[in-house]
């Protein structure tokens, strides 16, 4: 009898063993795997313009995505206009460009998050700079990474960033008080 005992005990324990084996194995080739790859979203900018913002003429806008904003908030409108690549040195990653129309109520614009950007850079060149706010440097913003008990929730496929244009200057307004309400000409890069 005890040997039948110790024959199903041995098979018990070879079963264990394997079964053990098995979700080593799993537990290990999870492990083993690559990391997940973090999906950069979008910047979504929403420029809304006040009537009247540039005398009747096209408001020529410059978005920069830079390392450091020192530079950027340091420099002078002229040198920003004329080159910006040389003002800005190895601290610009990217530049873009628009033209907002003085019949533009919106006009949105999209870029690639670039890992490297800290800040954004946003330079319009107005007809007349008197007292006019014609430059502003905002952190690059963060996507809010859901808390661990909303595992069904993922972060933002885009980052909204609204700005004022007016006759006084630029301004950055909070997303949630951005006015989307309006048709808008579409400018994707």
Not at 88 to 97: F, R, Y
Request: hydrophobic share 40%.
């Amino acid at each position: 009898m005890k040997t039948r005992y110790f024959a199903i005990n041995k098979k018990i324990m070879t079963w264990l063993s394997e079964i053990l084996l098995f979700f080593i194995l799993i537990t290990l080739t999870g492990c083993s795997s690559s990391p997940k790859q973090e999906k950069l979203p979008l910047y979504k900018f929403i420029f809304t313009a006040t009537k009247n913002v540039n005398d009747s003429a096209p408001l020529k806008i410059n978005i920069v995505l830079l390392k450091s904003n020192i530079e950027f908030m340091s420099a002078d409108f002229f040198s920003l206009q004329a080159n910006v690549q040389t003002v800005l040195g190895d601290k610009l990653i990217n530049a873009e460009q628009f033209f907002l129309l003085p019949s533009q109520h919106q006009y949105f614009w999209s870029e690639k998050k670039i890992p490297k950007a800290s800040y954004i850079g946003i330079f319009a060149e107005y007809k007349q700079l008197n007292g006019k706010k014609w430059r502003i440097a905002l952190p690059v913003p963060v996507p809010e990474q859901p808390s661990f008990y909303e595992f069904w929730a993922s972060p933002p496929d885009e980052l909204m960033i609204c700005i004022q244009v007016t006759d006084k200057g630029l301004n950055s307004i909070k997303a949630n008080k951005c006015d989307t309400g309006y048709a808008a000409d579409e400018g994707t890069t």
